[in-house]
Nanobody, 122 residues
């Protein structure tokens, strides 16, 4: 099985910074991609940071210039640095990983972490 474990959420004042982390473990042959989503109360889950197939990064306008995604392949980890946080960034942040579990199959599975709460006070 595969597990994604997020950490680093918390309470921060508007204008502050937080860094959330996500580490994948378990039966992993290859991690094709990792990304970050968030879900605020009463709203749909939305993508906030991802790597493109060409290796660059992609952000929605709502976080562009404030959030930075990075990845450590050796640690099977992805990070989200969040700066200049706003109250509207308050949400549960989830990481997602697209994982190939073994070398005999090209099937890619999608996994989600349990989420980490980020609360930004005004």
């Amino acid at each position: 099985q595969v597990q994604l474990v997020e950490s680093g959420g918390g309470l921060v004042q508007a204008g502050g910074s937080l860094r959330v982390s996500c580490v994948a473990s378990g039966t992993i042959f290859k991690i094709n991609n990792m990304s970050w989503y968030r879900q605020a109360p009463g709203k749909q889950r939305e993508l906030v940071a991802a790597f493109t197939s060409g290796g660059s990064t992609n952000y929605p306008d709502s976080v562009k210039g404030r959030f930075t995604i990075s990845r450590d392949n050796a640690k099977s980890a992805v990070y989200l640095q969040m700066d200049s946080l706003k109250p509207e960034d308050t949400a549960v942040y989830y990481c997602n990983a697209q994982i190939q579990r073994d070398s005999t199959s090209f099937r890619v599975y999608s996994y989600w972490g349990q989420g980490t709460q980020v609360t930004v006070s005004s």
